[in-house]
């Protein structure tokens, strides 16, 4: 089986977990600062706060930004559930934004409508959160001067996204947004096992959400209510979690973070390959827009399906039974049963309940070689076949 996605473990990142293990610390050591460094500096963001998933992130920068109950969180339907589960941690609402055709990505132009009608009905969201779909970054300077006119907050879902740019600067630099949120999960660009990171500008939400990674504890006396009792002292000033990533992930990400640069330009590679070698199949392939490099996480096919005489299912099972580990990069967040019970039905939506009729992540990896993408490429031409 060809698979989707696949991590790159090599003898370096190997070297580097033995040797925490060998050392004094499997826990707040040296190597989660080291690593959040690394990914500050390559990225341009002034502060990084490496956790134990982009599900974690999310959470505190949302409870960072004062998201609680009576508010609203608006996302994209077109993403993984924890995009819009992070509101409802929070006991906020969520709704959604339906997506461009052409980026799969939050449409900026619907994001417009929606917030002018909410603005009349006095139901503005107080955090917006793009999603950089395969990598694609959202139209985040029109998103960020609607944040202007309407008061809310922004959080870049850039798990698929580390490594790319927009405008020619890094995704996470956080230019257009008061947070952004990568994934380390093995699927994703770059790895730590699970693991995620929160960056910031503002040094007030990067000290709120170090709190909250860990139990919402400070040891810091500027931030005490009181003077120390004693050396022992530490004080709990706010109610966190345990989120914090450990050692051995972090040793792992900082040897990932050093080859990020060239998994990427590979992807890229590998996608104009595909662009080159589908034009003469019946499907679409993803539209770039000029202003972006892609970090290309995913590469996400929508079958013409006038021109197929299958199902978009049928064609999925063909290249299954061939052995290509294909998927859907998403089931709308709006139609999982727990949204519906919220009330949100299919065609609220309608963007993305087409996108998800005919979309297929095919294999998109690294390691991934010319050959085994000619195995896609040939399955593909069986699978869409009469
Ligand atoms: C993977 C993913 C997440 C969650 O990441 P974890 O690190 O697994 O918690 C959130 N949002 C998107 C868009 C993702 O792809």
Sequence with gaps: MIPYGRQDITQTDIDAVVGVLQSDFLTQGPMVPRFEQSVAQHVGASHALAVNSATSALHIACLALGLGPGDQLWTTPITFVASANCAL?????????????????????????????AELAGKLPK??????????????????????RYGFKIIEDASHAIGGKYQGEFIGNSRYSDITVFSFHPVKIITTAEGGMALTNDDELASKMALLRSHGITRDPAQMTHEADGPWYYQQIDLGFNYRMTELQAALGVTQMERLDQYVARRHELARRYDDLLT???????WQHADSYSGLHLYVI????????????QVFESLREQGIGVNLHYIPVHMQPHYERMGFEPADFPQAQVYYKEAISIPMFQTM??????????ALRVAVQP
């Excluded at 929508?302 to 299912?313: A, E, F, G, N, P």
């Excluded at 070689?369 to 896609?376: A, F, G, L, R, Y």
């Design 89 to 117: 941690y929070c006991g906020a609402e969520v709704d959604f934004v339906d997506i461009d055709p052409r980026t799969y990505n939050l449409c900026a132009q619907a994001l417009a409508q929606k917030l002018e009608q």
């Design 369 to 378: 070689t010319d050959e085994q993408q000619d195995e896609v490429i040939a």
């Design 280 to 286: 003469d199949l019946p499907v679409t392939t993803p």
């Design 302 to 313: 929508r079958l013409q399906l006038d021109q197929i005489q299958k199902t978009h299912r």
């Design 127 to 148: 955090i917006v959160v793009p999603v950089h779909l395969c990598g694609q970054p959202c139209d985040m300077q029109a998103i960020h001067a609607l944040s202007q």
